[in-house]
């Protein structure tokens, strides 16, 4: 079984919580969904709930479905690359944590900053993930570096 190592996530100043560390495996049981997303090419969908991401390959219903499982995950948005070969998925630490469908691997985490992210979306492109937060506040950023390339506020007369 493979093992998946996720950064530490600062929830607040003074308080820091240790992430899971993910454990991969396969099985059919969605549980609870939390958010569900298909690929641009319609191929696999992805189910989000507390503790996993179940990648299920449309074009062939009868293999078993893939799972990114880490134990209190908790995906609030997951969003998959215009190629689908990467997915995004924003979690409750407030980080979002790049895998690359075909290893399940962990490419890297966006630690978010304090605000609460609310939900991402990648660029048509392929090269950026854009962050909305429930403070008006949007930030894009590098999908391949994990670099912050800006962040931006939206309301009104500010």
Request: charged residues 20%; negative net charge.
């Given at each position: 079984m493979s093992h998946i190592q996720i950064s530490k996530s600062q929830l607040?100043?003074?308080q820091i919580e240790e992430k899971?560390?993910?454990k991969i495996k396969e099985t059919k049981q969605f549980e609870q969904i939390l958010k569900i997303e298909l690929?641009?090419?319609g191929s696999k969908i992805a189910v989000g709930n507390h503790e996993r991401i179940v990648i299920?390959?449309?074009q062939n219903l009868e293999n078993e479905a893939i799972v990114i499982s880490v134990e209190g995950l908790k995906v609030k948005s997951?969003?998959?690359?215009?190629d689908a070969t990467m997915i995004?998925?924003?979690?409750?630490?407030?980080?979002?944590?790049i895998w690359d469908v075909a290893s399940l691997k962990c490419l890297h985490t966006l630690d978010l900053y304090e605000v609460r992210a609310f939900s991402i979306q990648w660029t048509?492109?392929?090269?950026?993930?854009?962050?909305?937060?429930?403070?008006?506040?949007?930030?894009?950023?590098d999908a391949l570096n994990?670099?912050?390339?800006?962040t931006f506020n939206h309301g009104e007369g500010e």
């Open positions: 607040e100043e003074k899971p560390t993910p690929a641009n090419d299920v390959d449309l997951l969003t998959w690359s215009p995004a998925s924003l979690d409750k630490y407030n980080t979002i944590t048509l492109d392929g090269s950026k993930i854009v962050v909305g937060f429930i403070d008006k506040v949007i930030q894009l950023w994990g670099q912050c390339l800006g």
